[in-house]
């Protein structure tokens, strides 16, 4: 019988059979009582029997329940939906347990919530007992460690992964749900073997080519045009090649040892011998063709490596002057500011597109070829300021414009200054 139906039926057959028991025993004798009280033992029963039957519909979830009739398709949608939000849930944990970069959710204070099974082997995380612990504190005494605790926004590029040491990370922190942190180590051991295997070769094959490079240079001084006249333009044009091509070769061994160099050394370079030369240099290359100026208010020194640095600030001269039309101003500017120091270089020259700013430090990457080659370029002098910059944890600005000039600027920070010969060891960091 359905449900439905049960609920009226009931009382009213109930009430039937005591009606027709109680006749009965009346027309049976009189004993009335005794009718009634058999056809109610008869209802008991059925009663009973009912009851098992509802509670059986009750029991099973997918029959729906006589008493909640108009909520019953609404409560099987919604066990229906949480179930089928639990497997999501957890497919979605085991998609993410199985990715082999690692991941960790942290609370706000970064403990670890969980972690995946690649956090395990890259980052040494054990189930269950590193669940809760400060992450920083597991990492002890890794770069990754001392990341963290700065709370860095940038990412940690190419370190060691802390659960296996042969293995290079790329880690990101990024923010999550309330306060949360979600942070990604990627594996990039694959990319670091192949930048290796890159950097060995370009070292290998300019190494090779010095020698043969030097032997024809120093045959082509040896000959005197004077000796072949009809000869002379090309002997000129083969020296000033072998010459660019030693040059390529000398920037290219400069940049390989500045690749795999990862700090430099703590000598003090003075700033005004330094600038004196860079001003000489520069007049020397312009030969009269622009005017230089040095503006020095700074007074401070640098700490670090000093033939690494001339030559990254004098690259930097020397592009003023070959991007500089004839007629043009170069200034060189040393000066304090609020996070330390910055050495400039301004010239009133050929300037740069806003879209080639970004690619100027690329290795080869020039806005015109023609330009670059006719003065004599190789298309790595920035790639090297740059690297010898990131050496001493400064960076470089630049700002052009078209027509009017280019200004590039050397930001160094206050651990890299010295004042001038009053205290030699001490670094300004503190003052
Ligand atoms: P290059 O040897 O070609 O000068 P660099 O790496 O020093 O190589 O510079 C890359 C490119 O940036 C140059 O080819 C040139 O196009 C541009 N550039 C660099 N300095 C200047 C400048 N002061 N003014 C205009 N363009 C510049």
């Known amino acids: 019988m359905p449900a439905t139906q049960s609920t009226w039926k009931l009382p009213l057959l109930l009430?039937?059979?005591?009606?027709a028991g109680g006749l009965a025993g009346w027309f049976a004798g009189g004993h009335v009582?005794?009718?009634?009280?058999?056809?109610?033992?008869?209802?008991?029963?059925?009663?009973l029997t009912q009851l098992r039957h509802i509670a059986k519909s009750m029991m099973s979830s997918r029959s729906p329940s006589p008493y909640v009739d108009p909520d019953q398709p609404r409560h099987d949608r919604f066990m229906m939906r949480s179930r089928r939000l639990a497997a999501n849930l957890h497919d979605l944990r085991r998609a993410a347990g199985s990715l082999p970069d690692a991941i960790v959710l942290l609370d706000q204070?970064?403990?670890?919530?969980?972690?995946?099974?690649?956090?395990?082997?890259?980052?040494?995380?054990?189930?269950?007992?590193?669940?809760?612990?400060?992450?920083?504190?597991?990492?002890h005494?890794?770069?990754?460690?001392?990341?963290?605790?700065?709370?860095?926004?940038?990412?940690?590029?190419?370190?060691?992964?802390?659960?296996?040491?042969?293995?290079?990370?790329?880690?990101?922190?990024?923010?999550?749900?309330?306060?949360q942190r979600l942070l990604l180590a990627r594996d990039i051991s694959h990319m670091s073997r192949l930048e290796q295997i890159r950097r060995d070769f370009v070292a290998n094959v300019s190494h090779e080519l010095r020698t043969p490079l030097t032997v024809i240079h120093g045959y082509l001084e040896l000959l005197d045009p004077?000796?072949?006249?009809?000869?002379?333009?090309?002997?000129?044009?083969?020296?000033?090649?072998?010459?660019?091509?030693?040059?390529?070769?000398?920037?290219?061994?400069?940049?390989s040892r500045l690749e795999t160099q990862d700090h430099v050394g703590e000598e003090r370079v003075p700033m005004a011998p330094l600038l004196a030369t860079l001003r000489k240099e520069a007049e020397a290359l312009s030969q009269g063709r622009h005017s230089v100026t040095v503006e020095s208010s700074a007074e401070l020194d640098l700490l670090g490596s000093p033939k690494d640095l001339h030559s990254a600030l004098s690259?930097?001269?020397?592009?003023?002057?070959?991007?500089?039309?004839?007629?043009?101003?170069?200034?060189?500017?040393?000066?304090?500011?609020?996070?330390?120091?910055?050495?400039?270089?301004?010239?009133?020259?050929?300037g740069i597109p806003a879209d080639h700013l970004s690619r100027l430090t690329e290795r080869f990457y020039r806005v015109s070829s023609s330009r670059s080659r006719d003065s004599g370029g190789t298309g790595l002098g920035?790639?090297?300021?740059?690297?010898?910059?990131?050496?001493?944890q400064a960076r470089l600005d630049i700002r052009s414009t078209p027509g009017q000039g280019s200004t590039f600027t050397c930001c160094f920070g206050r651990e890299r200054l010295l004042a001038p010969e009053i205290h030699e060891s001490r670094s300004l960091e503190n003052q």
């Open 141 to 179: 005494n890794s770069e990754l460690a001392g990341w963290l605790q700065e709370a860095s926004p940038e990412p940690l590029n190419d370190v060691s992964a802390p659960g296996q040491p042969s293995r290079h990370i790329n880690v990101t922190l990024l923010p999550f749900g309330q306060r």
């Open 15 to 19: 009430t039937i059979c005591l009606v």
């Open 226 to 255: 004077e000796d072949v006249p009809h000869l002379a333009p090309v002997l000129s044009e083969m020296r000033a090649q072998s010459k660019r091509m030693g040059q390529i070769v000398e920037d290219l061994l400069t940049l």
């Open 382 to 392: 920035l790639s090297i300021v740059k690297h010898v910059l990131s050496l001493h």
């Open 33 to 47: 009582a005794t009718g009634v009280a058999l056809v109610a033992v008869a209802e008991i029963v059925l009663l």
């Open 315 to 350: 690259n930097l001269v020397s592009n003023a002057v070959r991007y500089t039309p004839t007629g043009g101003r170069i200034t060189i500017r040393w000066e304090r500011t609020a996070e330390g120091a910055n050495y400039s270089v301004i010239d009133t020259g050929y």
């Open 109 to 139: 204070d970064q403990h670890v919530r969980w972690f995946n099974h690649a956090a395990e082997s890259l980052l040494g995380l054990r189930r269950p007992q590193d669940r809760g612990v400060l992450l920083k504190d597991k990492l």
